[in-house]
């Protein structure tokens, strides 16, 4: 199925973009590449490793950009104790982070423990908003099943995180195979994620993420939403940001 941009301008595509550099071996001259392309083509955040987030901090401030940093806490596995975790996202706000997208503790939902899920997730929400940061929640689709979605999803959306996001972008595709599921930002599970929070949060945002490389993708995850094109309930992450603002830039000169 084709999809158009529904009304909305390039630009509005564009803000509601997390461009992420998050490639263990990314350098310092990468992370100035990202925040000047974010910057010149109108994306609503970066977001990068804890290694690199003051660098990033300085970027945008020395540049002016309209510019939200993000980074990544216990990423890619979610598999450090709560203490860590809110630890780490002290730390991110004190190198002047806004955002953090933090990996549910997929550990705990496949030992069914979501009791302690919920714990970790509640106690963290509270400490990122105490810091003056939105958090979102990593909930790495390719590794639940149905049944695990479900409850996961009601714990996130029940937790006080701002947002639901769906992957990593580094998951284990032979596990994702062996429970029937494909890697990355899937339809389907951003479907459930919208259904779902209308019985539990119907504001808390949705971001899909890991392995979006086109406008198509982009729109139609949008409609699976259920949300407007707008950065407080609707986020993307890609590395693809250009390739995404290149599509764009070709679909507006050909109108």
Same mark, same amino acid.
Request: hydrophobic content about 40%; some cysteine; overall charge neutral.
């Given at each position: ?19 992420? *550099? ?14 000047? +392309? @974010? ?10 490793? &804890? ?10 401030? +020395? ?15 979610g ?36 009791? @302690? ?10 400490? @990122? ?7 979102? =929640? ?13 409850? *996961?999803?009601?714990? =996130? ?54 392995g979006?490389?086109?406008v198509?993708q982009? &729109? ?8 407007? *094109?707008?950065?407080?309930l609707?986020?993307v ?8 603002? +290149? +599509? ?8």
């Amino acid at each position: 199925m084709a999809y158009g941009l529904h009304g909305y301008t390039p630009s509005q595509v564009m803000g509601v973009i997390d461009s992420t *550099l998050l490639r263990p071996y990314s350098t310092l001259a990468e992370v100035r590449s990202l925040v000047e +392309e @974010a910057a010149a083509m109108g994306c609503y955040s970066v977001c990068v490793n &804890m290694a690199h987030a003051a660098y990033a901090r300085h970027l945008i401030d +020395e540049g002016g950009h309209r510019l939200r940093l993000c980074t990544v806490i216990d990423f890619p596995f979610g598999a450090s104790t709560t203490d860590v975790r809110a630890e780490a996202i002290r730390r991110a706000a004190d190198k002047g982070v806004e955002e953090v997208d933090v990996v549910a503790p997929i550990t705990y939902v496949k030992s069914g423990r979501l009791e @302690a899920v919920e714990r970790d997730l509640r106690r963290l929400a509270s400490v @990122a908003h105490a810091e003056g940061a939105l958090i979102k =929640v990593i909930v790495e689709d390719a590794y639940t099943t149905r049944a695990e979605k479900e409850a *996961l999803y009601r714990v =996130v959306m029940l937790s006080g995180a701002d947002f639901i996001k769906t992957s990593t972008g580094f998951e284990e595709p032979s596990y994702a195979s062996s429970l029937g599921n494909q890697v990355g930002a899937r339809v389907e599970n951003v479907r459930l994620m919208a259904e779902l929070s209308k019985a539990y949060n119907p504001n808390i945002g949705i971001k899909p993420a890991g392995g979006i490389r086109s406008v198509s993708q982009v &729109m139609e995850l949008l409609e699976a939403s259920g949300r407007p *094109l707008d950065p407080r309930l609707f986020r993307v992450g890609t590395s693809s940001a250009r390739r995404i603002w +290149e +599509e764009l830039q070709r679909t507006s000169q050909s109108i």
